[in-house]
T-cell receptor
Framework: NAGVMQNPRHLVRRRGQEARLRCSPMKGHSHVYWYRQLPEEGLKFMVYLQKENIIDESGMPKERFSAEFPKEGPSILRIQQVVRGDSAAYFC??????????????FGQGTRLTVV | AQKITQTQPGMFVQEKEAVTLDCTYDTSDQSYGLFWYKQPSSGEMIFLIYQGSYDEQNATEGRYSLNFQKARKSANLVISASQLGDSAMYFCAMREGRSSYKLIFGSGTRLLVRP
């Protein structure tokens, strides 16, 4: 859904650099979810955030990965000291509700990270 | 344990024919939701259709319908009158429980529509 905006669409980083991925949710949505899609696989949940709070980061790797959703501005997924295995598509989704009552989850167009 | 299983890595269908993409799921929750997404070669995830576990009727959205067989734990996607633009990856996903926000995805099926 075009309402969830992710940038950049493509990001190339050398090993050891930092990657910062941005997600602006749909207007009126205060819940953001990040997913990762490795090549030839389905999406896997990483983290769920509300404004200024991390609610569930059970899918996040323990090291080098962090996420935030500040009071103002987009949600940021940050990957420090990237390695080749971080190469993937990273998708952001947003919803207006905290619970699963939503019958849709709108995804952004994704950021394709390539680590060289 | 794998929660969502899509057993067809790839499928072909002739233009204008119908095609069924299989999806089976595993959950102990009574309340859950099932989603289908389309991912074209451009990479975005496009929501197609949703089925709630308590919905009595199969969901339909235009040319898409969901063949929901609760006892068999299957939620197959049926695309009628296939078009060339339907060529894409298709993912089945599940949300467990009314209070869950996580989607669990299958590995996908690549559909190619032949002219």
């Amino acid at each position: 859904n075009a309402g969830v905006m992710q940038n950049p669409r493509h990001l190339v980083r050398r090993r050891g650099q930092e990657a910062r991925l941005r997600c602006s949710p749909m207007k009126g949505h205060s819940h953001v979810y990040w997913y990762r899609q490795l090549p030839e696989e389905g999406l896997k949940f990483m983290v769920y955030l509300q404004k200024e709070n991390i609610i569930d980061e059970s899918g996040m790797p323990k090291e080098r990965f962090s996420a935030e959703f500040p009071k103002e501005g987009p949600s940021i997924l940050r990957i420090q000291q990237v390695v080749r295995g971080d190469s993937a598509a990273y998708f952001c989704a947003s919803s207006p509700l905290a619970t699963g009552d939503h019958t849709e989850a709108f995804f952004g167009q994704g950021t394709r990270l390539t680590v060289v | 344990a794998q929660k969502i299983t899509q057993t067809q890595p790839g499928m072909f269908v002739q233009e204008k024919e119908a095609v069924t993409l299989d999806c089976t799921y595993d959950t102990s929750d009574q309340s859950y939701g099932l989603f289908w997404y389309k991912q074209p070669s451009s990479g975005e995830m496009i929501f197609l259709i949703y089925q709630g576990s308590y919905d009595e009727q199969n969901a339909t959205e235009g040319r898409y319908s969901l063949n929901f067989q609760k006892a068999r734990k299957s939620a197959n996607l049926v695309i009628s009158a296939s078009q060339l633009g339907d060529s894409a990856m298709y993912f089945c996903a599940m949300r467990e429980g009314r209070s869950s926000y996580k989607l669990i995805f299958g590995s996908g099926t690549r559909l190619l529509v032949r002219p």
